[in-house]
């Protein structure tokens, strides 16, 4: 038996000259980083050395490392004065049964992952010879690599470092012992179901570290032709044994799949039905002209014959049906063979007597039943009448309406309309109101329906600021402004800080308001504008811009009021509680219900 010289018991921390360094700090870290990394005080790796380790007075010191650990060590001084730093300083096995190897990574590995050795046959080919993460999703990253191993640490992209290919290995996570783990979906990543392309990885001896299994790729082959009996598990049984003259009985515990034609000469027993995939299920089963088995939906041209009373249950579904005689009413059907183009069907003369047709009428006419004894006859429709009431105006003066003008505001009756302005120095507003039907009427502005209201109205003097308010209901006008949350039905225009001036469709019920833009306007525009009550839960606005065609119905649903004791319409300006002049014309006005 050979001998070994007695490896050295301690290491001595030297300077550049030779001479030891009294009290040196020796820092260790994962090769290639500045991440702290431990070594030992014993053996047995159960008492870490502190980082940095200080040497004696005759700068020595232990350091046992893991088997296939990979170090950076930094020597330097009582002081902290560096003196070397040597990279890439790996553990030396021992006693061990690791197998190690120096592997460079194609991406960043993190310690305990799987990884393997590329061939560059991935889809998108990587580097050959470099190492990368497991996949399952692919057979290049999972199956086909010969060599398959577990990184023992963190290794840096393009950065070399130690890889386990055989015996024990630390796991990224927690495993079970006894369970066997393979290549999982999640790359680097490990599993205990065996994915469909299976790599078994190894089986786990603790709750972190397992045993790995060979790392090259085993392709099992059969020889061709087979000369030779294939035995299962009893060794009792062969399959057609190369130039046997009668094959021996086959007995199969699993599926079986037959490629080719299977035929058999003998009787065949099905314990169980037969599934036969290339028919269509809950269809007939007929055989074709091979004598193969075909589903037929029962359509087209041909016999199928059955009992004389034959008794159908379910569903029966035909594009096409034709029968020797009309099927009687009785039995859902007609009664009769044909019907009159575009003729009206009606009820026969009994309950279950065939159908009637009736010849379709002139354009325009209208049908008229003719009683529990006769058939409808055809007649001309009566004219309806449907009666409105319309109420305008041109504002040629203001005996008609009342107005409320606050702090220098203004209306202005003439031939052409009213106009409607606030002062220039000092804020303030004007109203005009319209009754449009009595007080003590029962029903009001609000609850009439269907109704349409309409203004034309002129963009005039513009001011800095303005809110306007045209249509049904009074809200409070003041000279901050307009209360667009009292009750209304209309159309209101708005400006703040000379910015852009909007007009919006609104309503508003109980302090609630639902408002949607329409369209801007700029000074000397016009505005025809027309409401539309439809319903209580329908309002329709729509609007026209310099005498350009009419906008779509813009509709509001909501916050529709309901008081029944609004009587008027207002027309109403406000400088919003800045002193600024800003004008507008209404020119005409209507009210139709």
């Given amino acids: 038996m050979a001998g070994t010289l007695t490896p050295t ?16 700090k020796v820092y260790t870290y994962t090769a290639g980083t500045t991440t702290a990394a431990a070594t030992y005080t014993t053996l047995a790796l159960d008492v870490e050395n502190a980082n940095p380790i200080v040497a004696d007075s005759s700068g020595r010191y232990v350091a046992y490392l893991p088997a ?41 590995v993190t310690a305990g992952e799987v990884v393997y050795m590329s061939s560059g046959a991935e889809a998108s080919a990587l580097t050959k010879g470099l190492w990368y ?7 290049p990253t999972s199956t086909l690599p010969q060599s398959v191993g577990m990184a023992v640490s963190a290794i840096a992209i393009n950065t070399a470092g130690t890889i386990r290919l055989a015996g ?29 392309n299976s790599r078994t990885v190894g089986v786990a001896n603790t709750t972190s570290t397992l045993i790995l299994s060979a790392t090259s790729a085993v392709v099992a082959s059969l020889p061709v032709p087979i000369t030779q009996d294939l035995l299962f598990t009893d060794n009792t049984y062969d399959i057609g044994k190369s130039g046997a003259t009668r094959p021996r009985d086959g007995f199969f515990s699993r599926n079986t799949v037959v490629g080719g034609t299977l035929g058999v000469t003998g009787i065949a027993t ?42 159908l249950t379910g569903t029966i579904g035909a594009a096409a049906m034709t029968l020797s005689t009309p099927l009687v009413v009785g039995s859902g059907g007609s009664g009769v063979a044909s019907h009159t183009a575009y003729g009206v069907i009606v009820g026969g003369t009994g309950t279950t007597a065939a159908t009637q047709t009736i010849t379709p009428g002139d354009s325009g006419t209208i049908l008229t039943s003719g009683g529990t004894g006769g058939v409808p006859t055809w007649g001309a429709a009566a004219t309806q009448v449907i009666p409105q009431v319309i109420q305008s105006t041109a504002f040629e003066t203001a005996a008609r309406f009342t107005e409320t003008n606050v702090s220098g505001g203004n209306s202005t009756f003439n031939t052409q309309g009213v106009e409607l302005d606030t002062s220039a120095t000092i804020s303030s507003s004007t109203q005009i109101k319209w009754n ?25 003097t513009f001011g800095t600021d303005r809110q306007d308010f045209y249509g049904l209901g009074t809200p409070t006008v003041g000279a901050s402004g307009i209360t667009y949350t009292d009750d209304h039905i209309g159309v209101k225009i708005v400006r703040a800080s000379s910015g852009t ?37 329908s309002i329709k606005f729509y609007y026209r811009k310099n005498g350009s065609t009419w906008s779509a119905a813009t509709e509001i649903t909501t916050n529709i009021p309901t008081s029944t004791a609004m009587v008027a319409a207002s027309f109403a300006i406000s400088n919003s509680g800045v002193a600024t002049r800003t004008a507008v014309k209404v020119y005409s006005a209507y009210y139709l219900r």
Wanted: with cysteine; glycine share 10%.
């Fill in 133 to 139: 993460l497991t996949d399952s999703d692919a057979t």
């Fill in 270 to 311: 099905l314990t169980a039905q037969p599934i036969l995939s290339s028919l269509t299920a809950s269809q007939a089963t007929f055989t074709d002209g091979s004598k193969g088995l075909v589903s037929n939906a029962i359509t087209g041209t041909g016999n199928v014959v059955m009992s004389a009373s034959p008794t």
């Fill in 436 to 460: 449009l039907v009595r007080a003590e009427n029962a029903g009001g502005l609000f609850t009439t329906f269907p109704a349409q209201f309409g203004a034309f109205l002129g963009i005039d």
């Fill in 9 to 24: 018991p301690f290491q001595t921390v030297l300077d550049a000259t030779g001479v030891a360094v009294s009290g040196a």
């Fill in 68 to 108: 296939g650990g990979n170090f950076k060590f930094t020597f330097k001084t009582s002081g902290d004065v560096l003196i070397k730093e040597q990279d890439n300083v790996q553990a030396v096995p021992g006693s061990s049964v690791n197998l190690d190897i120096t592997g460079t990574v194609g991406e960043a």
């Fill in 501 to 537: 001036t909007t007009v919006s469709a609104t309503t508003a019920l109980s302090s609630t308001e639902s408002a949607t833009a329409l369209t801007t306007v700029v000074a000397d525009d016009t505005v025809d504008v027309c409401i539309e009550l439809v319903s209580a839960s």
């Fill in 168 to 196: 024990e290995a630390t796991t990224d996570g927690s495993v079970v012992v006894g369970s066997t783990y393979y290549v999982g979906a999640t790359p680097g990543a490990i599993v205990t179901s065996a994915p469909s």
